[in-house]
């Protein structure tokens, strides 16, 4: 952003605090997530930056809450990150087949009460977790699934699927329904089109959808708390118990592996984005 | 020529117009049905379930099924002065029957909460009932009024009654600091003990003002996403992207470690000379980590709305504006900003309410000062496992996200949510 070179002073001015501002807030945003990579490497027990570390002192590194993390006998790590995973896809598988319908049935211009019925499915996403977590531990407690990996799953679907709607309806409003026509009028079965001419098309909105959903699936704490038996413990349930009750290194070990973790999917979904614009013919 | 001819027919004799009618129908079902799954699912263990905390949250039925023949003879009761003999002599049938199911200590329990005082003479009452010690022959109320001064007094009596009703809004009452007092007047708790209209207050409190945090530097950075070349703004933006899918405990924990006494940023401040090293601040565990984490946290759901509104605005029109002679700033407030608003609205609420709602950032940085009321939900959940209370909490929570949900729905439309 050069200013051209006729800026009266004062402008300029302006201009330099506004930089100063955006890079002050850029650093707000994504200062705090470096700082738990050079701790996590601490060879002490502590929270802090030692002398050693300031002064970077090779000993002062170690790859303990690494070791701890994978061969700590009492770490439940592995159990979590298996439940996790487990729970996580699926969760994602669940979302997408019935976040897909949904939106397939929402793009369609014959929609009877197309308001209420998005408004309806939307509303997991923002309904607070906490009133979401009450009435979904009622209902798993009714039917006798709670503190079990399908109540957690379903549990999970329900919070998942507004983020496929969305995407994947996103996804349809640039749609040409003439490709479909075209196939029907070709012989194609419906059930035909879809699979060989609308899903390649939307196929990245049903990804990114599904990277939402298992994103949420992997990181959701609040229902999981409500319905978890301490055979049902996933990767945020530790790392809640951990940071209220004793706030290990061990912890920033598994949290730089989630910030690894999420940086492949950020960069799976800008991929997906890209792909998408493309396909629809989106040139910016 | 009679209207009849005048239609048009399909190849099958069918008038058009009934046949495209039945083709339209066709179709919205078969649209209804690719929703139909999903609709069914959420509607069955999602919007029920929430009906059903409604339910639970007014629900007072216990102690009207403990109390059938009481609550029966006190219909004819006018409740001013001690009752007849015979709501005596019913109420003493229906406590025998509680005792021999061993059911009388709830009964204390919950009279104890409509008049304190009710769970000793409830005990004491069990003791003369086990021991036989009431003769049915003679008269009942006597003998009950003799086991305790205060069932003798009628307030004790017009607290059973109140109780009558299978349901009731005193949860309601009691998540706005009210209660139902002797005359069945709804009244304030003393001042001291408002505990809940002070979480109530804190969480606008908190979520205004994290909104209003998120509005002051979501707007710069959104501006200049949407305004540099699209090579240097596709990197900027991962600093807004990353936050944005990282885990949430992750980010909360980061904070934790950043601004504990001995974190970094008190590193910072002792190391400028802001502060002496051994008079740190404390930064955690009260209102300050609960906004700074709550800002960061939630600053990507204000930029990205922002962004995808002000990418919009053709830079064309802010050089029109200046060209007509408007300073740089008169363009910008004229112009330019009244084309963001929508943008500023669809932040702003999206925000405000993530923010009401917010549970595990408070808990973890909030300490005792800096929870609000989704904590306290929690504990009645977790600690106090009175679940009709945290429903009653629940739902007064659910109907201000609601009426701001319904704004947001007029103003943005759900269908405009844009992700990523």
Redesign the interface.
């Known amino acids: 952003m050069a200013l051209p070179s006729y800026t009266e002073t004062r402008y300029r001015i302006w201009h330099y605090i506004y930089i100063t501002i955006c890079t002050f807030v850029f650093f707000f945003l994504i200062a705090p997530l470096f700082v738990i990579f050079p701790l996590s490497f601490n060879a002490e027990e502590f929270l802090v930056f030692s002398e050693g570390m300031k002064n970077l002192d090779p000993d002062a590194f170690s790859l303990r809450w690494y070791k701890d993390m994978i061969y700590g006998t009492k770490n439940p790590w592995g159990l979590a990150a298996k439940n996790s995973f487990i729970i996580a896809i699926f969760a994602t598988i669940g979302s997408i087949i019935l976040g897909t319908l949904a939106a397939l049935g929402l793009s369609s211009r014959h929609m009877p009460y197309k308001g209420i019925i998005m408004a309806t499915l939307i509303s997991p996403m923002i309904v607070p977790l906490i009133i979401s977590g009450v009435a979904i531990f009622f209902f798993m407690a009714k039917v006798g699934l709670a503190a079990t990996h399908a109540g957690i799953v379903l549990a999970h679907i329900i919070l998942g699927t507004p983020f496929v709607v969305i995407t994947v309806t996103a996804t349809l409003s640039g749609f040409d329904h003439s490709v479909t026509r075209a196939a029907a009028s070709l012989g194609s079965n419906p059930v035909n089109t879809f699979m060989k001419v609308t899903l390649p098309l939307i196929l990245p909105g049903v990804i990114s959808g599904g990277l939402f959903a298992f994103v949420t699936s992997f990181d959701e704490v609040v229902v999981v708390l409500f319905l978890a038996g301490l055979e049902n413990t996933t990767i945020p349930i530790q790392m809640w118990t951990g940071l209220r009750e004793q706030l290990s290194p061990t912890i920033l070990a598994v949290a730089t592996c989630l910030i690894i973790l999420s940086t492949l999917i950020l960069i799976s979904a800008e991929l997906l984005r890209r792909r998408s614009e493309r396909l629809r013919g989106i040139n910016r | 020529m009679s209207s009849e001819i005048k239609q048009i027919l399909t190849t099958d004799g069918i008038p058009l117009e009934v046949s495209l009618k039945k083709a ?1 129908k066709k ?2 079902i ?10 069914l ?10 009906g ?2 409604f339910s ?1 949250s007014i629900d007072d039925k216990m102690i009207t099924n403990m109390l059938p023949k009481t609550f029966k003879e006190m219909e004819k009761w006018d409740g001013q002065e001690l009752p007849p003999e015979e709501v005596f002599t019913a109420f003493y049938y229906d406590f025998k029957v509680l005792v021999e199911k061993q059911e009388h200590g709830k009964l204390g329990q919950r009279l104890n909460k409509e008049k304190n005082g009710f769970n000793s003479i409830t005990k004491k009452l069990f003791r003369q009932v086990k021991r036989k010690k009431i003769d049915e022959s003679i008269s009942i109320k006597e003998q009950i009024m003799k086991v305790h001064k205060r069932w003798r007094t009628v307030e004790y009596w017009q607290a059973i009654k109140r109780t009558a009703p299978p349901y009731t809004m005193s949860k309601y009452l009691k998540g706005m600091d009210m209660y139902y007092a002797a005359d069945g007047s709804i009244t304030q708790v003393d001042e001291d003990r408002r505990i809940h209209r002070i979480l109530w207050l804190r969480t606008l409190e908190i979520a205004f003002f994290v909104t209003l945090f998120c509005f002051l ?2 707007y ?2 959104a501006h ?1 996403l949407a ?2 070349p ?1 090579k240097y703004s596709n990197l ?1 933006m ?6 944005f ?14 601004l ?1 006494q ?3 940023v008190n ?1 910072f401040f002792v190391m400028i000379g802001l502060v002496a090293d051994d008079n740190r601040p404390e930064m955690m565990y009260n209102k300050v980590g609960t906004y700074v984490a709550m800002t ?1 946290i939630l ?2 759901f204000m930029v990205l709305p922002l962004y995808s509104v002000m990418k919009t605005i053709s830079p064309s029109l802010m050089r029109a504006g200046k060209s007509l002679g408007g300073t ?1 700033f008169v363009a910008f407030y004229k112009v330019y900003f009244p084309l963001t608003i929508p943008g500023i609205g669809a932040g702003c609420l999206l925000v405000f ?1 993530l923010a ?5 950032t408070p ?2 940085v909030g300490g005792a000062s800096g929870t609000l009321i ?1 904590n306290q ?2 504990f009645h ?1 977790k600690q106090t496992l009175d ?1 009709s209370f ?2 009653a909490m ?2 007064m ?2 109907s201000g ?1 609601l009426v701001i ?1 319904w704004i ?2 007029k103003l943005v439309g ?2 405009n ?4």
């Open positions: 339209e179709n919205k078969k649209a209804f049905l690719l929703v139909a799954p999903l609709l699912f959420l509607i069955i263990t999602y919007v029920f379930p929430i059903e905390m639970r530097m979501g710069p950075i200049l305004t540099l699209m900027l991962i600093c807004v992207l990353l936050p899918w990282t885990s949430l405990l992750v980010r909360t924990a980061s904070w934790m470690i950043l504990q001995q974190g970094v590193d960061q600053l990507p740089p309410i009401i709602g917010y549970y595990i808990a973890l989704s939900i929690a959940m679940w945290a429903s629940g739902l929570l659910l996200v949900y947001y729905n759900v269908d949510i844009k992700l990523g």
